[in-house]
């Protein structure tokens, strides 16, 4: 009995380690890709690292489309993110 709710135990663990790495890896993926989802989770985690600030995002983008105006929008936020990382970094 005991030797059956260990391996159950260690199952579920498994299981869920399982289930979380593959949800973080969607997100990483979908944060390195140019399509819709990429654009969502690049909005998101700028928006937690400016704590709400839109309008800083949006003044970001604008900036970053005037020299890479042929970029795609997930493109110039993954661009926005990287500079404001390195700005804040110093």
């Known amino acids: ?3 059956l709710l260990l391996i159950l ?7 869920a380690l399982l289930h979380v790495t593959r949800h973080l890896r969607g997100v990483r993926s979908a ?3 140019s399509g819709p989802r990429a654009e ?3 909005e998101e985690e700028l928006l937690r ?3 709400g600030n839109r309008g800083a995002i949006e003044r ?4 970053q489309r005037r020299r890479h105006p042929d970029a795609s ?3 110039l936020l993954r661009r926005v993110r990287d500079e ?3 700005d804040r970094s110093r």
């Open 73 to 75: 929008r997930a493109d």
């Open 9 to 15: 135990l260690l199952a579920a663990f498994v299981w």
């Open 84 to 86: 404001y990382l390195r």
């Open 31 to 33: 944060s390195r890709g």
């Open 40 to 42: 969502r989770a690049l």
């Open 1 to 3: 009995m005991d030797a």
């Open 60 to 63: 970001g983008v604008t900036a």
């Open 49 to 51: 690292l400016t704590r």
